[in-house]
């Protein structure tokens, strides 16, 4: 039996569901246990995209059960539109339980977050506008709707009147802007809960069931390190809690219970949205590495910003996530350019840092100190051994281990499942 929890390292968009479908096969469970719609995943299967934002990847395999943790906000036509899109592809696929304790997102909470974004001007977060930060407000706030709500009808909208009772004069007075008709509202998510209904649980206890009976259980994170409510960039961050530690509290399963922790790392780094980025890279190069691995949202199509990988910031991955390997994805993107650079340390008014500095003022002003490594020439896309990569490329890769502290579980190489080099058994 193994438990095994996958993080992005960075700033999201590292490939986590590449890998987390990769390691699926061995896997009877995949586990969400952050975040919302504002994730995307795009898994390549027989030549075939699959682009999700809310079921787990593993959803791609018919024998797995795929569950959506009390961790995650929920956007029900969301998921509707994700089980219909499957299902239109005629691909037979797992099947799915979502927690009665996952919060759902209301169409005024996504309206909450385009006006947020608006009154923050200059200083906007860049957030997906997917309702995500309202949403989670008010699950701490305890005034939110819960997907076991859809459930007891009455209750629902009864709550939601409540909740329509404060968002309207906001919405109308303050923002000048139409309000929500209870009773419609009420309709459309009480419609949706017809098509979810078989599938809620109480998933927590499933997932208890499954590691009691010795199953292989994947947790799989949402966004990144750097995005975490706590840890991360504040306040150029999501709401939730993508570091490994989410993961228990989002899936609601003890820290006894997990067994590895895999850290996602791309073999540069990007970003999508705002906040600082010490090593983005405003010239040709930083242009090329994002053509050259289309680096462009799966929620929001946004161009990513790109830069060199960041070794710091892994560091800060690895001991945040206690990450006992890392994948390092992407690596076929940087065929072709002459020079690599690593950042491994950071220079604050000549001082030098060795650490993620947590202050944004700091942060702003660090200049990354680099170091430098021949690159290759060659496709390396078809490679299927870590023996067959360029010394160059082997000696990059041993470098970061080196920098981070880590070893390698995974390496990939390219879009498709057969594109994965394993280093190790993950389960
Ligand atoms: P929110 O999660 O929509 O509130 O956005 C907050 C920040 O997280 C913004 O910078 C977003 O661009 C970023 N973000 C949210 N989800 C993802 C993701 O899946 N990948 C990369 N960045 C994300």
Known sequence: ??????????????????????????????????????????????????????????????????????????????????????????????????????????????????????????????????????????????????????????????????????????LQKMYNRPGFDPDELAAEYLGYAEQLRPYIADTSLVIDEAIRQGKNVLFEGAQGTLLDNDHGTYPFVTSSHPVAGGACIGAGVGPTKIDKVIGVAKAYTSRVGDGPFPTELFDDVGAWIREQGQEYGTTTGRPRRCGWLDAVILRYAARLSGLSGLAVTRLDTLSGLPTLKICTGYLYKGERLTEFPHRLEVLRECQPVYEEMPGWQEDISHLNSYEALPETAKRYLQRIVELVGVPIALISIGRERAQTIGLEDAF
């Open 1 to 170: 039996m193994s438990t095994v929890v996958i993080v992005g390292t960075q700033w999201g968009d590292e490939g986590k569901g590449k890998i987390t479908d990769y390691l699926a096969r061995e896997a009877d469970f995949v586990v969400r246990y952050q975040g919302g719609s504002n994730a995307g995943h795009t898994v390549v299967v027989d030549g075939d995209e699959y682009r999700l934002h809310l079921i787990p990847s593993g959803i791609l395999y018919e024998d797995k059960t795929c569950v959506i943790g009390n961790g995650v906000v929920v956007e029900p036509g969301v998921l509707c539109a994700e089980l219909d899109y499957l299902h239109g592809k005629k691909r037979r696929i797992g099947s799915l339980r979502i927690s009665d304790c996952a919060h759902l997102v209301m169409p005024y909470h996504r309206c909450l977050d385009e006006i947020a974004e608006e009154s923050r001007g200059a200083d906007k977060i860049g957030t997906t506008g997917r309702g995500i930060g309202p949403a989670y407000m008010d699950k701490a706030a305890r005034v939110g709707l819960r997907v076991g709500d859809l459930l007891d009808p009455e209750g629902f909208r009864r709550q939601l009147q409540r909740n329509l009772e404060r968002v309207n004069p906001l």
